[in-house]
């Protein structure tokens, strides 16, 4: 069965500093893959995906992911982190139904 | 583009009655639309999904004669939670899918209600 797994429930980095947010998955075929962010008491916006082709993914606001397959993984990642990025994280992905399989997701809290 | 709506974005309804929660899609036409709850500090949990013209599929454990989908056209979608408890106050997320747009799997979320039950 497919499934996400975002080991850090919580992370808190200063701002300016450098983030990566992991996400592991388990799907048997080439995954399809988001990282969506919410803001409290809103809904999701989405930041990057990954369907095919180059591994390393730009998406808005800044943020970059790289698909590795060897390790199922499809880690998010910051150079620089501003306050207003303080929000949770949730990382998905589609099943063979159409449907988003989503991760626990990871909330981030960023100190001035 | 790409815009979904959902009315409205928070609501306080009374223990026993009935509320009712519209999701549309603004500048596109949405063949299926999803509904999902949050409960705080969590993360999504996929209650439905609903095609145009068809009768909705609700996940394992989703009481369909509580949660009424419908999706009469492609551009609206709306989940009535009936006889509502206190245990129903959630967030509610809709979202919606557009084959053609950009792929058949990425799904366009709503702002999410709020559903207070007292």
């Known amino acids: 069965a497919q499934s996400v797994t975002q080991p850090d429930i919580h992370i808190t980095v200063s701002e300016g500093a450098s983030l990566e947010l992991r996400c592991n998955y388990s799907y048997g075929a080439t995954p399809y893959l988001f990282w969506y962010v919410q803001s409290p008491g809103q809904g999701l916006q989405l930041l990057l995906k990954?369907?095919?082709?180059?591994?390393l993914v730009q998406g808005i606001k800044g943020f970059e992911a790289e698909f590795k397959r060897s390790q199922s993984s499809f880690n998010l990642r910051k150079p620089s982190v501003h306050w207003s990025d303080a929000a949770e994280y949730f990382c998905a992905v589609a099943s063979n139904t159409d449907k988003l399989i989503f991760g626990t997701g990871t909330r981030l809290q960023v100190f001035p | 583009g790409a815009v979904v709506s959902q009315h409205p974005s928070w609501v306080i309804c009374k223990s026993g009655t009935s509320v009712k929660i519209e999701c549309r899609s603004l500048?596109?036409?949405?063949?299926?639309m999803f509904w999902y709850r949050q409960f705080p500090k969590q993360s999504l949990m996929l209650m439905a999904t609903s095609n145009e013209g068809s009768k909705a599929t609700y996940e394992q454990g989703v009481e369909k004669d509580k949660f009424l989908i419908n999706h009469a056209s492609l551009t609206l979608s709306t989940l009535t939670v009936t006889s509502a408890h206190p245990e129903d106050s959630s967030f509610y997320i809709c979202?919606?899918?557009?084959?053609?747009?950009?792929?058949?799997?990425?799904?366009?979320f709503g702002p999410g209600t709020r559903l207070t039950v007292t």
């Open positions: 990954y369907f095919s082709g180059d591994t």
């Open positions: 979202s919606a899918s557009a084959p053609g747009r950009s792929s058949s799997y990425e799904q366009y």
């Open positions: 500048d596109f036409q949405a063949t299926t």
